[in-house]
């Protein structure tokens, strides 16, 4: 299984970037989808997440400018970010609780390899 994150990149303050994250591989069922960031010298700390069924949770912080949203068909995640400000810099993470084929199908918990978002002021 690997979940693929892409979109990251270099923005100026005030701008707008559309992170996705794709999950690939033996997977029978995705349950939550969500998305943690990661600043220069911070710990990772949670951003949003989605349920299967389309409900969302999002840092207290963050309401009102980001947005997570999902395409079960294509087993992939987004996060549609707006008014970014410096402090929004970090890394990425995607992150999924999924089952695999097979005779047990248990649900594990999946990290993408992040990707880096750079806002400028």
């Known amino acids: 299984v690997q979940l693929q994150a892409s979109g990251g990149g270099l923005v100026q303050a005030g701008g707008s970037l559309r992170l996705s994250c794709a999950a690939s591989?033996?997977?029978?069922?995705?349950?939550?989808m969500g998305w943690y960031r990661q600043a220069p010298g911070k710990q990772r700390e949670f951003v949003a997440a989605?349920?299967?069924?389309?409900?969302?949770g999002y840092a207290d912080s963050l309401k009102g400018r980001f947005t997570i949203s999902r395409d079960n068909a294509k087993n992939t995640v987004y996060l549609q970010m707006n008014s970014l400000k410096p402090e929004d810099t970090a890394v990425y993470y995607c992150n999924a609780d999924l089952a695999i084929w097979g005779p047990r199908k248990e649900v594990s918990n999946y990290w993408g390899q992040g990707t880096l978002v750079t806002v400028s002021s």
């Open positions: 591989g033996s997977i029978f069922s995705i349950n939550n």
């Open positions: 989605i349920s299967r069924g389309g409900s969302a």
